[in-house]
């Protein structure tokens, strides 16, 4: 850069001078700045595509969990209730059932014979809140049965490959049998007294 020259003497020619160095030097600076923002616009697009696919990739990597512990649940489900005194015929996995007036649903695991039907819910990481939805959809499962005078009585279960233990004493309080992943095995615990009749 050029010595700034006496404002009191400054000819129209170097005023002009003065001002192109400082427009270039502007321009250097906002072209500068204009591709540090398009390397960051870049940069975020990469990032924002890595987190898509890395969600999708734990989506289905959650999706084969949960059908891993519904197999490994299904498996022996109606050999352990044998035991427990209750010897089903059918076993029906991903039963849907419903109308428009009472709604829709999905159980995992419909188990059924001539006086009962048990229905279980089968979660990766079961919850609190995943019983709550299971007692209302045995709610809803017993409006649509009634509609079809099936008078069968309802038991209800949950099953997960992570169960807390305030989780599985509250699954029990409510009546429900809760199959849970115990060492290599798979065992069912029987809520205290009888089971829940929906």
């Known amino acids: 850069m050029s010595s700034a020259p006496n404002p009191a003497t400054i000819t129209y020619e ?3 001078a003065l001002f192109l160095e400082d427009r270039e030097k502007s321009e250097r600076e906002w072209e500068k700045s204009r591709r540090e923002w398009q390397e960051i616009r870049e940069q975020q697009k990469e ?5 898509k696919e890395t969600s999708q990739q734990i989506a289905k990597l959650g999706d084969r ?3 891993l512990v ?3 649940v299904e498996g022996g489900i109606k050999r352990m209730f044998k035991d427990l005194g209750y010897e ?3 076993l029906n996995p991903e039963y849907e059932f419903g109308n428009k ?3 829709f649903g999905e159980v995992d695991i419909l188990l059924e014979n001539g006086d009962f039907a048990l229905l279980v819910e089968v979660k990766t990481n079961l919850t609190v809140k995943d019983v709550k939805e299971h007692q209302e959809r045995l709610k809803k499962f017993r409006l649509w049965m009634d509609t079809r005078n099936d008078s069968r009585k309802f038991i209800a279960a949950v099953g997960g490959g992570v169960i807390r ?3 599985r004493d509250f699954a029990l309080k409510q009546g429900m049998f809760v199959v849970q992943q115990s060492g290599e095995n798979v065992e069912i615990l029987v809520p205290e007294g009888k ?3 929906w």
């Open 88 to 90: 089903f015929d059918v």
């Open 65 to 67: 969990l949960g059908e």
């Open 14 to 16: 170097q005023l002009m």
């Open 47 to 51: 990032t924002d595509r890595i987190v």
């Open 165 to 167: 233990k305030n989780v």
């Open 70 to 72: 519904q197999a490994m």
């Open 195 to 197: 089971p829940m009749i």
């Open 101 to 103: 007036k009472i709604g």
